[in-house]
């Protein structure tokens, strides 16, 4: 059974460090052609793409955040964590973590956890 | 960025209708889409990869079509447990963009 869930504060200040942690269990990062992704929605508002991290370390990142985010992995512990910095008050959203793997060569999110909220606000 | 556009923005209809939605890339994916189901409160649910192919455990009554720039995602028969928002996604290249989104309301 594949699991992934996201953990971390659910409220931060402005221009602090938002530090989230997805935990997954079920599959392993160190199998070709898996990634876990961040994806982040604002309340009422359509999904965003943040970042992604590949089974060899190699990363990606939505180019308006890219100089904020930094996604890493700890493949012994089943982790994946994405840090912004300097948070605002745009950035109030639920933020997903989810598997990508790849079928057909086409890549895709086939698991998603529940998703947590983060606020920014003073 | 590649930019998703999806249409309508929302649409209402009937349990029993047929429904389509659009999405269209701004240059092209080839088959690199994928279609997500999203209902209140809860995390996106894959439906369609790759621009028609059904994940494990999807109705039959949802299917996928096109190539390029234009996709189409048909519900054949809608139930009540299909009202929700359908999002497209892009993987040809990153950041793998989203679509706007597309709510299904009762009619």
């Known amino acids: 059974q594949i699991t992934l869930k996201e953990s971390g504060p659910a409220l931060v200040k402005p221009t602090q460090t938002l530090t989230l942690t997805c935990t997954f269990s079920?599959?392993?990062?160190?199998?070709?052609?898996?990634?876990v992704g961040w994806i982040r929605q604002p309340p009422g508002k359509a999904l965003e793409w943040l970042a992604l991290i590949y089974w060899d370390d190699d990363k990606r990142y939505s180019p308006s955040l890219k100089s904020r985010l930094t996604i890493t992995k700890d493949t012994s512990k089943n982790q994946v964590v994405l840090t912004m910095t300097n948070m605002d008050p745009v950035d109030t959203a639920t933020y997903y973590c989810?598997?990508?793997?790849?079928?057909?060569?086409?890549?895709?999110?086939?698991?998603w956890g529940q998703g947590t909220l983060v606020t920014v606000s003073s | 960025d590649i930019q998703m556009t999806q249409s309508p923005s929302s649409l209402s209809a009937s349990v029993g209708d047929r429904v389509t939605i659009t999405c269209r890339a701004s240059q092209s994916i080839t088959r690199y889409l994928n279609w997500y189901q999203q209902k209140p409160g809860r995390a996106p649910k894959l439906l369609i990869y790759?621009?028609?192919s059904l994940q494990s455990g999807v109705p039959s009554r949802f299917s996928g079509s096109g190539s390029g720039t234009d996709f189409t995602l048909t519900i054949s028969s809608l139930q009540p447990e299909d009202f929700a928002t359908y999002y497209c996604?892009?993987?040809?290249?990153?950041?793998?963009?989203f679509g706007q989104g597309t709510k299904v309301e009762i009619e």
């Open positions: 996604q892009q993987t040809y290249n990153t950041p793998q963009t």
């Open positions: 079920g599959f392993s990062l160190r199998t070709n052609g898996v990634g």
């Open positions: 989810a598997r990508r793997i790849t079928i057909f060569e086409v890549a895709h999110f086939d698991y």
């Open positions: 790759a621009a028609s």
